[in-house]
């Protein structure tokens, strides 16, 4: 009896100091932190027009006939368990406020996800129609929040990664100094410094009036065990064009968002990969070698020509690519008033004159009742317009937005300054609001400055690249 008695004991002794252990082993288990895990979900939804609706981009927009290609609004949904943010890349010329606002209503009541923390964009497609149109609107609206209801719901954990390869060869400055006043008239009864758009391979041209920026940006991203998710790359190249009149297109920026995918190994039995291209600052950028005589293309070669190269060297610097499985992410944006130009006396005196002509009078320049109406346009309405600046942080990569037709050396300096290691410039972002020249670019005069093709104060550009710069700084900080 004794004898049992002190076994037993033994056995309630060991087994209370197993007890102790494992408490104590679960006790600094529950002190550890738990892994910081990041996901990220992607999608696509059909955001083409009905026939019918107006294509725009030029100074007489025209029915749409035919549909060449889909366009789609692409998601890219990045969540790190603190912070979640968003970029919906649209096919579309340039997509006004009031349209991204009645999506981001929709996300605000369907979803968890801030509708401050998503930067809307437009790739500024010339074969995609209005945005605004009573028939669209609301069918895009409803499309861009889906996009980010099925990206929220497609989320897993995931790695992601960034980086850039120089491709200077498809993007051209095409504003010119000339030394043929005739090449450089302008609507307003004047002459200005450079041309835009000048006659290729012409003796008379001396110089681009501006830089180029050669950089395709991107950032990749990977399910954990390295299926390709998703790819959003950024070129500074206005669009290339190259379309049959009244057919529907997303231009180079779907096709390359369409063949991305199969150069970096995803598969097309699993789940979709999604490829998006934005547009960078490219308003006074495009795709035509003014220095030289052009050869004429057969409709679409030239944009699958440069979409081909352009994915094809994204897929190079893919290899390089260091992945991460968690970073900060953060999103700060700030509104800006600016004044709305307004005509002159002497220039509403000229455009009255130019209304009253008989329509067989000689003409100074051809566009000039098309400004007298612009010009009109903006004496009549608001003296002033708030946009939304924004600028989303990945690790030490920040992406800012600018609602305007940015010209290409704004986002060079945006890049220089920057407090981030990276950096790159989505425009038609948040809005569309017509071209942003800079001061000096104002001096020279050219397509992209005048009044009606450029709607706000001369030293805009100026404010934006202060507050984008400060809201990079917050987020650098983490304030």
């Excluded at 408490?23 to 990041?38: H, I, W």
């Excluded at 190269?309 to 970073?327: D, I, S």
């Excluded at 999103?331 to 800006?336: F, G, K, N, R």
Aim: a neutral charge; proline letters at 6%; aromatic letters at 8%.
């Amino acid at each position: 009896m004794l004898a049992t008695t002190h076994r037993q004991l033994a056995l309630i002794w060991i087994c209370g100091i197993c007890f102790t252990l494992l408490g104590s082993v679960y006790s600094e288990a529950a002190d550890q932190p738990t892994e910081k895990v990041l996901k990220a979900g992607a999608a696509t939804c059909n955001i083409t027009p009905p026939l019918g609706e107006a294509i725009i981009g030029g100074f007489k927009p025209f029915p749409s006939e035919k549909v060449h290609d889909d366009l789609h609004a692409r998601c890219l949904v990045l969540d790190n368990g603190e912070t979640k943010i968003a970029f919906v890349i649209c096919d579309n010329l340039g997509i006004t406020e009031d349209v991204y606002r009645s999506a981001r209503k929709f996300i605000e009541s369907e979803t968890d996800l801030p509708p401050e923390n998503i930067m809307m964009a437009a790739t500024h497609t010339h074969s995609a129609t209005r945005a605004s149109s009573p028939k669209y609107r609301e069918l895009l609206s409803r499309r861009i929040a889906d996009s980010v209801r099925l990206a929220l719901k497609n989320r897993e954990p995931a790695k992601i990664g960034w980086g850039g390869i120089d491709e200077p060869s498809e993007v051209f400055n095409r504003r010119w100094f000339t030394s043929n006043p005739e090449f450089c008239k302008n609507p307003f009864g004047g002459t200005d410094t450079v041309r835009m758009n000048p006659p290729r391979g012409n003796a008379a041209l001396v110089k681009p009036a501006g830089p180029i920026d050669p950089e395709i940006s991107f950032i990749s991203v990977q399910s954990l065990d390295g299926r390709p998710l998703a790819l959003l790359a950024n070129y500074s190249l206005h669009y290339v064009g190259g379309v049959k009149k009244g057919e529907i297109s997303a231009d180079y920026f779907g096709i390359f968002s369409e063949k991305i995918g199969s150069l970096i190994g995803a598969k097309p039995d699993r789940r979709p990969f999604v490829g998006m291209l934005s547009n960078g600052t490219s308003g006074d950028i495009n795709n035509i070698n003014f220095s030289k005589p052009g050869k004429r293309k057969q409709l679409y070669e030239k944009m699958t020509q440069v979409a081909d190269l352009v994915a094809a060297r994204v897929a190079e610097a893919y290899k390089k690519v260091k992945y991460q499985t968690w970073v900060p992410l953060g999103a700060a944006s700030s509104e800006l008033t600016l004044k709305i130009r307004k005509p002159d006396a002497a220039m509403q005196a000229y455009f009255k004159k130019v209304l009253a002509q008989p329509a067989e009078a000689p003409q100074y320049h051809r566009y000039e009742s098309n400004y007298a109406g612009r010009v009109q346009r903006l004496l009549d309405g608001p003296d002033e317009m708030t946009v939304m600046l924004q600028v989303l942080r990945i690790g030490d990569l920040s992406i800012a937005a600018i609602p305007f037709e940015t010209f290409c050396e704004i986002g060079l300096e945006l890049k220089d300054k920057t407090p981030f290691r990276d950096a790159f410039t989505i425009e038609l972002a948040n809005g569309y609001n017509g071209y942003l020249p800079t001061p000096a670019q104002h001096k020279l005069g050219g397509y992209e400055t005048w009044m009606g093709t450029n709607r706000v104060q001369i030293d805009a550009s100026d404010k934006i690249i202060a507050i984008i710069l400060d809201l990079m700084g917050k987020l650098h900080t983490g304030q």
